[in-house]
């Protein structure tokens, strides 16, 4: 199966708010709501920041909020924050019984 | 609190094998609400999945790796493995062990009640092939 296809960066400034987006098809985003997003700082495992699309696990700040339209996922994080720049990827699970991630977003907190 | 941890070989030759154990720890693997995860992420690139297995031994592969791929689970030692023949360098890669939710109930190309996120990582192993 292919990548979820998201950018390759985003920036934005502290206090601000971005999005990225994560696109499948609809054998995978477009069908099941469990997408899920994941945070990886430099030298670290990835942390899961959403699942199940618009879930946030224990302990995430609520800057963090996921939402779905199609075969768009998207990922939002306000208030930004100079922790929060990493490398960001979506997972989808497929039609396949597999499971696809994209290609990853670098943000950089300018 | 679940703990993974990755070991094995950490420089595997061409055209050999791969094989790595997940070791897991705070919690078993035989719970029904998990599978258990092999995941990869080549030098500087993005993150792969390799394939999954459920306590029962079903399992599932990449379409792209399965004809190399082999996951077992080993209950009495709280471990699952990962196995993987022919590699060549662009099998270099931190290889990362995880747990994921088990997607429910999936008929008709949809799935219920079920979650699906990799909730649980190891710190991941750096396997390097080269001669």
């Known amino acids: 199966q292919s990548a979820l296809t998201q950018p390759a960066s985003v920036s934005g400034s502290p206090g601000q708010s971005i999005t990225i987006s994560c696109t499948g098809t609809s054998n995978d985003v477009g069908r099941y709501n469990y997408v899920s997003w994941y945070q990886q700082h430099p030298g670290k495992a990835p942390k899961v920041m959403i699942y199940?699309?618009?879930n946030r696990p224990s302990g995430v700040s609520n800057r963090f909020s996921g939402s779905k339209s199609g075969n768009t996922a998207s990922l939002t994080i306000s208030g930004l924050q100079a922790e929060d720049e990493a490398d960001y990827y979506c997972?989808?699970?497929?039609?396949?019984?597999?499971?696809?991630f994209g290609g990853g977003t670098k943000l950089t907190v300018v | 609190q679940l703990q993974l941890q990755e070991s094995g070989p950490g420089l595997v030759k061409p055209s050999e094998t791969l094989s790595l154990i997940c070791t897991v720890s705070g919690g078993s693997i035989s719970s029904k609400s998990y599978y258990w995860a092999w995941i990869r992420q080549p030098p500087g690139k993005g993150l792969e999945w390799i394939g999954s297995?459920?306590?029962?031994?079903?399992?599932y592969y990449s379409p792209s790796l399965k004809s190399r791929v082999t996951i077992s689970v080993d209950l009495p030692y709280n471990q699952f493995s990962l196995r993987l023949t022919s590699v060549t360098a662009a099998d270099t890669a931190l290889y990362y062990c995880?747990?994921?939710?088990?997607?429910?109930?999936?008929?008709?190309?949809?799935?219920?009640?079920?979650?699906?996120?990799?909730?649980?990582w190891g710190q991941g192993t750096l396997v390097t092939v080269s001669s």
């Open positions: 995880a747990r994921h939710g088990n997607p429910g109930y999936c008929t008709g190309g949809y799935c219920y009640g079920g979650r699906g996120d990799f909730d649980n």
């Open positions: 199940d699309v618009n």
């Open positions: 297995i459920y306590y029962t031994g079903d399992t």
């Open positions: 997972s989808s699970y497929t039609i396949t019984t597999s499971w696809v």
